[in-house]
């Protein structure tokens, strides 16, 4: 049964999580507007907004090292407020040298706070003993459409650091909010387990960095070119281009709804098996979708089989590290960030060679691979340190 004391760091946890979403939108939907201000070409925006995942990969293994040491808490107080600043920045910025450090300030943080809030939400569902995670990767996705609708209505009204600054300030109230209630690091470990010492071995965890990674190479994919495939490929005219990526992130946030409940009643193995399945599908849709409607669904297909991975992969890295040091959990949000790399860098050149439906093939394989790697979700015995 939770306590009064559970309960208040699960709630500070979903602040932390709505606030990481609504800071990460707030800068992903000025990206456009950014290029406009700075006069990029396209070669030079993609070279520019690349720094944000390598850095945050960086971040996130920083992470792992910090929260191992001194605790998620702190690194979440000291890297959430940073992310917050490094949006302010990116819109302040007058010129692109001073961009540049902006968003490498962003892309350290992000990932410290990407593998941060995990490790957290992996530490509430430890003490609460059933899943929980689905719940704040919902809050997630919520909070990032909150911030895409905020851009959406004030974006041609406001200028673009006003429009920026904004949220951040929300987001800076939450994340002083919930900072001081967040799991402390005696309290992020299991009670029977006493403080690990060693290193924590690759091999278990390497079925869930393969499926993080997979899962964002087919998310990158959806999210770069689920429009650009509407476009060339369906034809469809403005009002249609963009339902494609909208029903990816509807399905995605309706089925995070409920995942927790389907976890505690099929287990997550299973889930992520059938949430491959789906993806499979999803992909298998857009290659051979020959009419808009059929292609939009699809695109809504893969939301529903990708939304699963991601919080099952952190909470099987918290199930293999049982001491609690993050370190497993800050491994596999790498892959995260390897694995939106790779979609960028994957589906264009591809595209440009072969065409789109044959792009999409690259995601349909790699989400049936999902299938395959779902056993290492349930891990059959205990996992013992190096």
């Known amino acids: 049964m939770p306590s009064p004391r559970d309960r208040q760091a699960r709630i500070a946890t979903f602040v932390v999580y709505a606030v990481q979403g609504l800071s990460f939108a707030t800068l992903l939907t000025q990206v456009a507007s950014i290029q ?47 992310v917050a600043a490094a949006v302010v920045l990116a819109g302040l910025a007058p010129n692109v040298p001073l961009l540049v450090p902006a968003l490498l300030l962003f892309g350290l943080a992000v990932g410290g706070v990407d593998a941060g809030m995990n490790m957290q939400g992996v530490a509430v569902e430890r003490r609460y003993g059933r899943p929980v995670l689905n719940g704040f990767h919902c809050l997630w996705s919520v909070l990032s459409l909150v911030g895409a609708l905020w851009a959406s209505a004030v974006g041609k009204d406001l200028p673009l650091a006003v429009v920026m600054a904004v949220p951040m300030v929300f987001a800076v109230a ?48 959806v999210s770069n070119f689920s429009t650009v495939f509407m476009d060339k490929i369906m034809h469809a005219n403005d009002n249609v281009i963009p339902l494609a990526f909208a029903a990816y992130q509807a399905t995605t946030l309706v089925v995070r709804l409920g995942g927790d409940v389907a976890v505690r009643r099929y287990g997550p193995a299973a889930i992520v098996r059938i949430g491959g399945a789906i993806a499979t599908l999803g992909f298998l849709g857009v290659v051979l ?98």
């Open 36 to 82: 406009n201000k700075h006069r990029l070409s396209d070669l030079a925006l993609t070279i520019l907004l690349l720094i944000v995942p390598v850095f945050a990969g960086v971040g996130s293994v920083s992470a792992g090292a910090f929260a191992a040491r001194l605790g998620s808490k702190l690194l979440l107080r000291i890297a959430q407020p940073l």
């Open 174 to 221: 939450g994340s002083l909010y919930a900072g001081p209630k967040l799991c402390t690091i005696e309290e992020e470990k299991a009670e029977t387990v006493e403080a690990a010492t060693g290193r924590f071995p690759w091999g278990p965890i390497i079925p869930l960095c393969l499926a993080m990674g997979f899962l964002y190479i087919g998310d990158s994919s």
């Open 289 to 386: 979708a020959p009419t808009q409607p059929l292609a939009i669904i699809s695109f809504g297909l893969t939301g529903v089989g990708l939304s699963v991975v991601a919080p099952q992969s952190f909470s099987a890295a918290g199930r293999l590290d049982p001491a609690g040091t993050g370190v497993a959990i800050a491994r596999v949000n790498l892959f995260n960030y390897v694995g939106f790399i790779v979609g960028a860098a994957l589906i264009g050149p591809i595209a440009d060679a072969s065409g789109y439906r044959v792009a999409f093939a690259a995601p349909l394989v790699l989400a049936g691979a999902i299938i395959v790697l779902a056993r290492g979700f349930e891990p059959a015995v205990k996992v013992s340190r190096a």
